[in-house]
């Protein structure tokens, strides 16, 4: 027997974390594709791989479900952090290697993906608390910090600071954490 913590209450744990963080409401679609995400990572620790098949049936049965009725494609290789939201059902796309920070949050038709054919490994970086609007598209290796804003529709190609905010195709950064003391009320924009 291990010294560490049951990996059955870990997963619970999560699990329950991310309900509440979602509304307390169970029937999300967002809710379910991120429990059976957890669920993918919390089989892998059963080794060999023989004790580990039944759990493997039951996570692709799971992860083609949500793929395929909710329109969000999850895969268990995704580095989510915690108490992320997935807003809104429907052509949401996440690429196997891309890392998700804490409290982000990812609406409806949503693609964090790779940019070019010959690097296929390539994915964004998204820091804690990431506001990312509906279809907006980050492609490539990039990196966005804590706290940055995309607006909807937004083609992200570039890294972005923490704090700030990008909008439009290719996306530019509209606000920086630099400029933000030096505009007036007025010259501030807010991302819906």
């Not at 952090?81 to 409806?108: K, P």
């Amino acid at each position: 027997m291990s010294d560490g913590p049951c990996p059955n209450l870990n997963l619970w744990a999560q699990i329950h974390e991310d309900w509440v963080a979602n509304g307390r409401d169970w029937t999300k679609p967002g809710f379910r594709a991120i429990a059976v995400q957890r669920f993918g990572v919390w089989r892998m620790q059963f080794e060999p791989k023989v004790l580990r098949a039944p759990f493997s049936l039951l996570y692709r049965s799971m992860y083609r479900h949500v793929r395929n009725v909710y329109g969000i494609d999850l895969p268990y290789t995704v580095q989510l952090g915690r108490r992320v939201i997935i807003e809104h059902q429907s052509a949401i796309v996440i690429h196997g290697d891309c890392q998700i920070g804490d409290d982000c949050i990812l609406r409806q038709g949503v693609t964090l993906g790779n940019r070019y054919v010959e690097k296929p490994l390539e994915a964004p970086k998204l820091g804690d608390r990431v506001n990312v609007g509906a279809g907006a598209k980050i492609l490539g290796k990039i990196a966005l910090g804590d706290d940055v804003n995309i607006g909807a529709n937004a083609v992200v190609l570039i890294d972005i600071p923490a704090g700030g905010t990008a909008v439009g195709i290719p996306a530019r950064l509209l606000r920086s954490p630099d400029k933000i003391s030096t505009e007036s009320p007025s010259e501030t924009h807010e991302i819906v």
